[in-house]
C-alpha cells in the first residue's frame, strides 16, 4: 500500500502519517525501488491504534508510552488519567452551565444588564433598583457595585448584595446630595449632611474599618475616583455607622443568636 492508500483505509489523513512518522510513533516502511513508501497489514493495525488512542484524547507522548509498553500496564494508567480528567472536565462544563442557566434566562427575558454577565445576586440587585437617576454618583455606585461582584469572594459577594438590596431603593436621594460635591472642598459644610444622609441608609453589617488613603487595594481604586469631598463624606459616613454599631454593642446578627 501507498501512503494515500492507507491513510483511506485506517480513517486518516497522509499529512497525519507523515507526522506520525517524525513523531516516532510509526516506524517508517521500506521503500521501493521508486522511493515511494510500501505500507503492509502491521504498519495499518498500528496506524489504527494511534487513531483510536488519539481520539480518545490522548497526546502523542502518552500515545508514545502506551505502544512501548507490550504488557498494557501502561494503557490501564494512561486510560484510567484520561478518565479522570475527563471527569474533572465535566465537573467544570456543569458547574458553568449551572451558571450560565440563569443568566441566559434573565438575557431571553431581557433583564440582563449592561454590565452583565453578573452574579444572580447583582442581577437580582439591579433588576429590583430599576432606572436609577440620570446621576454621576448613580453611575458610579453601579459600576462599583460591578467591580466588587467580580473581585469578592463568592460568600462575601452574597452578604454585600443582599445588604445592598435594601439600600437601593433609599438611596435616591443621596445621589444628588453626592452630585453636589463634585467640585467642594473636603472641609466643605456639606460634607457632613452627605455623609450622614448616607449613613442613614446604610445597614449596620457594611460597616468596615477602611485602610487609610494611599494603603492600595481595592478602596484607593474606589475612592481615587470620587472627588475629594465625596470621599470624604463616603469616609465620615462609614465611620457613623461603625459608631452606630458599636454604640448597639453588638451586630444585629449578633444580637439574634
Known amino acids: 500500500m501507498r501512503i494515500g492508500e492507507i491513510a483511506a483505509l485506517v480513517g486518516v489523513t497522509p499529512r497525519a ?17 521508486n522511493g515511494y513508501r510500501e505500507y503492509g ?24 508510552d502506551v505502544l512501548a509498553d507490550d504488557e498494557g500496564r501502561g494503557l490501564v494508567e494512561v486510560l484510567e488519567e484520561l478518565a479522570d480528567d475527563l471527569a474533572r ?11 450560565l442557566a440563569p443568566l441566559l434566562a434573565e438575557a431571553r427575558a431581557g433583564r440582563l444588564p449592561a454590565e452583565g454577565p453578573v452574579s444572580p445576586e447583582l442581577a437580582a440587585l439591579l433588576a429590583g433598583v430599576g432606572e436609577l437617576p440620570d446621576s454621576p454618583m448613580a453611575a458610579k455606585d453601579r459600576e462599583i457595585l460591578t467591580l466588587l461582584d467580580a473581585v469578592a469572594p463568592e460568600a462575601e ?37 452627605a455623609a450622614r444622609a448616607l449613613a442613614a441608609v446604610l445597614p449596620d453589617g457594611i460597616a468596615v474599618e477602611l485602610p487609610p488613603a494611599g494603603a492600595g487595594g481595592l ?14 463624606a463616603v469616609r465620615r459616613a462609614v465611620e457613623l455607622v461603625a459608631a452606630r454599631r458599636g454604640e448597639d454593642g453588638t451586630e444585629r446578627g449578633e444580637a439574634d443568636r
Open 41 to 64: 497489514v502491521r504498519d495499518a493495525v498500528l496506524l489504527a491504534r494511534i487513531r483510536r488512542l488519539t481520539e480518545l484524547g490522548l497526546g502523542l507522548d502518552e500515545v508514545r
Open 17 to 33: 502519517v507523515r507526522h506520525y512518522h517524525q513523531s516516532g510513533l510509526l516506524p517508517e516502511p521500506e521503500r521501493r525501488a
Open 157 to 193: 459577594r452574597a452578604r454585600l448584595m443582599g445588604l445592598m438590596h435594601d439600600v437601593a431603593g433609599s438611596a435616591r436621594e443621596v445621589y444628588g446630595l453626592f452630585d453636589a460635591l463634585a467640585d467642594a472642598a473636603p472641609d466643605d459644610p456639606r460634607v457632613d449632611g
Open 89 to 99: 472536565q465535566e465537573a467544570v462544563i456543569r458547574e458553568r452551565r449551572e451558571r
Open 219 to 232: 478602596a484607593d481604586t474606589f475612592f481615587a475616583d470620587l472627588a475629594p469631598a465625596q470621599s470624604a
